[in-house]
């Protein structure tokens, strides 16, 4: 029996012969032959004298090749990832593996991807034959080993960015028109609202699909106040903002959408003025006010009068001044208390000077010089107990 690529040893011893060949070709009537041949051979010995001739043969046999076996190290195919193949073979000229690997005829083991399953064949061949042997894969469903968001809270014009980690897969998408993502590890995405997004991954053998969920919080105001929350009749006054999650902001008195800015001049036009901010997302909706308090001054031009200089040589006995009016800027020393004018008005025939508007005009300076919000406000609760100012209840919280 004849294995290929061992070698054979072909003798011979012959006797009373004038001439000996083997195949034709002339040898000494006895010799060692050592050969090497790769199929089923035959050889003829002829001796020959002046008497005659005589032949013998050999025959030197290969039998079919022999694979003594065909193994895959992992049955369970990983896309992407190589199977390792290996396999021993006797008296084979030639190996073959199907499924796009090819011939192997001189290697033990190779690596090959594959991704589908099924078997995989290996064909080991000589001039007397071939044999096959063959080993079945299995193609698992794809594996989804993470699926998540960096931040699952949605922030308006931030992205927010997908990142996954999928095994076995021959292709990967995700809804809400994104598409195929099969040869990317993450994505960013802007979304607007409260939005699923469902990853799908699929392979021959079927396909598995995770979701997650970002969420938009409802509509957050995180400050809505004004410059001056008390002002000077005729004054504007500067109302500001900051919202999160909202598509859209509006804000009471005929002012109107406010979306795209942080802030808006006002001239209010009442004695108490409540403005209401209404921010409006996806996910809801929100509402803040500021109460902006007028008091009025005398005005000239939408500007203060200068504080006069007034001399305090008034001479209240002079029947030419007349105190039905308000004092004039030369007639008055403010440094004069209030108890001080009304025991020189008792001696002015029961003439009364307008009180009303100093009193006025003096809570009014020393609210416009606090700088503490808190006594603002409290000395606006007074000032609105003391006149009693009437107060727009439309928009009264």
Not at 33 to 55: C, D, F, H, Q
Not at 190 to 212: H, I, Q, W
Not at 358 to 367: C, Q
Request: charged share 25%; glycine share 4%; net charge negative.
């Amino acid at each position: 029996m004849l294995n290929l690529g061992s070698p054979i040893h072909l003798s011979w011893i012959v006797q009373h012969a004038d001439e000996v060949s083997i195949d034709g070709e002339k040898v000494e009537a006895s010799g060692l032959w050592k050969l090497m041949p790769r199929e089923t051979t035959t050889y003829t010995l002829v001796a020959s004298n002046e008497i005659g001739e005589v032949r013998a043969t050999c025959e030197v046999s290969l039998p079919p090749p022999e694979i003594k076996y065909f193994k895959v190290a992992e049955k369970a195919i990983q896309i992407g990832r190589p199977s390792i193949l290996h396999w021993e073979v006797e008296n084979a000229e030639q190996v073959f593996i199907d499924r796009g690997v090819g011939e192997v005829s001189n290697q033990s083991f190779t690596e090959a991807y594959f991704d589908r399953p099924g078997p995989v064949v290996l064909r080991a061949v000589n001039a007397s034959g071939e044999v096959t042997a063959s080993v079945v894969l299995s193609l698992p469903l794809p594996e989804i080993n993470a699926f998540y968001a960096s931040d699952p809270i949605i922030r308006l014009g931030e992205p927010s960015v997908l990142h996954w980690d999928v095994v076995n897969f021959s292709e990967i998408s995700i809804d809400q028109e994104i598409g195929d993502v099969s040869e990317l590890t993450r994505v960013e995405v802007y979304p607007d609202r409260t939005t699923r997004y469902t990853l799908c991954a699929r392979n021959v053998s079927g396909e598995v699909r995770k979701s997650l969920e970002l969420t938009l919080p409802p509509p957050k105001i995180l400050h809505f106040g004004a410059d001056s929350e008390l002002a000077t009749e005729g004054r504007s006054v500067n109302l500001f903002w900051q919202v999160e999650n909202a598509y859209k902001i509006t804000i009471d008195h005929d002012i109107g959408e406010v979306t795209h800015k942080s802030r808006v001049r006002v001239k209010p036009d009442s004695t108490l003025t409540t403005y209401i901010l209404t921010a409006t997302g996806h996910s809801g909706e929100a509402q803040a006010a500021v109460d902006v308090s007028i008091f009025p001054i005398p005005m000239e031009q939408n500007g203060f009068i200068p504080t006069p200089e007034i001399s305090t040589d008034i001479d209240l006995e002079n029947e030419n001044f007349d105190l039905s009016l308000p004092p004039t800027e030369s007639e008055l020393d403010l440094n004069l208390s209030l108890s001080d004018i009304e025991k020189n008005i008792k001696k002015r025939n029961g003439k009364k000077i307008d009180l009303e508007y100093y009193k006025k005009k003096e809570i009014t300076e020393d609210l416009l010089e606090l700088e503490k919000p808190s006594l603002r406000k409290e000395i606006a609760r007074i000032y609105k107990k003391v006149f009693k100012p009437k107060v727009n209840s439309k928009h009264k919280r």
